[in-house]
């Protein structure tokens, strides 16, 4: 059975850069038919694609995050993660990892990771 | 502001059936494939649908999906309590070089 596990810190101070990194287990990332995804939640609202990687390296992100959002991946071993520099106070959500299926086939997810920006 | 719109919120009573609308344009719903995701508070989404109406393993055939043009409707037949939830439509967006765009999100009430 696949699992998505988070870990990063979750609390980040205003301007500094977030990392979260998600880390696979029971099956390999470096499928043809799966990209990798980030999405998170801010509290009391709804999801907002953050980005995607699929293990060649090619990336898909959310326009609107685009210009402060990397997405890598270490096949060699089994992970994926996230940066997003410049934090504020809006950035402050909880955040998923997940397998996407291509077709926006979002069919497993990590545990979630509460990151605060705050000072 | 989401790029799909859903409604907010829907409510019926239990073994009523419900439908959840997603409605979105040319360049996302009209020509791609329509996920649809469950979320209970304090955890994950869980996939319903995908593929517009396909169910993956273990998910009850009370839960269907359609597509017409640029809408997708969840339906939810059998409406039991432990469907009380927030329910998002997703699909890919083909503008800015493609990406994933979410439904508002809509929660289900169930009398």
């Known amino acids: 059975q696949l699992q998505l596990q988070q870990s990063g810190p979750g609390l980040v101070k205003p301007s500094e850069t977030l990392s979260l990194t998600c880390t696979v287990s029971g099956g390999s990332i470096s499928s043809d038919s799966h990209y990798w995804a980030w999405i998170r939640q801010p509290p009391g609202k709804g999801l907002e694609y953050i980005g995607s990687?699929?293990?060649?390296?090619?990336?898909y992100y959310n326009p609107s995050l685009k210009s402060r959002v990397t997405i890598s991946v270490d096949a060699s071993k089994n992970q994926f993660s996230l940066k997003v520099t410049s934090v504020t106070a809006a950035d402050t959500a909880v955040y998923y990892c997940g397998r996407d299926g291509i077709t926006t086939k979002f069919d497993y997810w990590g545990q979630g990771t509460l990151v605060t920006v705050s000072s | 502001q989401s790029v799909l719109t859903q409604p907010p919120s829907v409510s019926a009573a239990p073994g009523q059936k419900v439908t959840i609308s997603c409605s979105g344009s040319s360049s996302n719903i009209a020509n791609n494939f329509v996920s649809w995701y469950q979320q209970f508070p304090g955890t994950a989404p869980k996939l319903l649908i995908y593929d517009n109406n396909k169910r993956p393993s273990g998910i009850p055939d009370r839960f269907s999906g359609s597509k017409s043009g640029t809408s997708a409707t969840l339906g939810i037949t059998g409406l039991q309590t432990g469907d009380e939830a927030d329910y998002y439509c997703?699909?890919?967006?083909?503008?800015?070089?493609?990406?994933?765009?979410f439904g508002g999100g809509t929660k289900l009430t169930v009398l």
């Open positions: 990687i699929h293990y060649s390296g090619s990336t």
């Open positions: 997703a699909t890919w967006d083909r503008l800015s070089g493609g990406f994933v765009v």
